[in-house]
Nanobody
Framework: QVQLVESGGGLVQAGGSLRLSCAAS????????MGWYRQAPGKQREMVAA???????NYADSVKGRFTISRDNAKNTVDLQMNSLKPEDTAVYYC???????????????WGQGTQVTVSS
């Protein structure tokens, strides 16, 4: 059974930094894209950052220059370094991983349980 476990959320003052981590575990054959989404109260879930298996990255305009996504293919992990945080970054952050379990032939998208990030002004 595949699981995504997130860590690193918390409360930080505006201008501060946080680092989120997500680890995929279980019987995994291959991992495609990995990414982070967020959902603020009353808003739709939105893509924050994504990274392909080859290392190409994509960011939401609102976080460009402040957030950096990275992955470790050997450890099946994806991290999100968040700098210069703003109150509008407050949201629940979700890890998103497209992978092929060892027991199936298709790629499936998995979600983490979510981790709260709160930025105070």
């Amino acid at each position: 059974q595949v699981q995504l476990v997130e860590s690193g959320g918390g409360l930080v003052q505006a201008g501060g930094s946080l680092r989120l981590s997500c680890a995929a575990s279980g019987r995994i054959f291959s991992i495609n894209a990995m990414g982070w989404y967020r959902q603020a109260p009353g808003k739709q879930r939105e893509m924050v950052a994504a990274i392909t298996s080859g290392g190409s990255t994509n960011y939401a305009d609102s976080v460009k220059g402040r957030f950096t996504i990275s992955r470790d293919n050997a450890k099946n992990t994806v991290d999100l370094q968040m700098n210069s945080l703003k109150p509008e970054d407050t949201a629940v952050y979700y890890c998103n991983v497209n992978l092929r379990p060892a027991t199936v032939l298709d790629f499936i998208t998995y979600w983490g349980q979510g981790t709260q990030v709160t930025v105070s002004s």
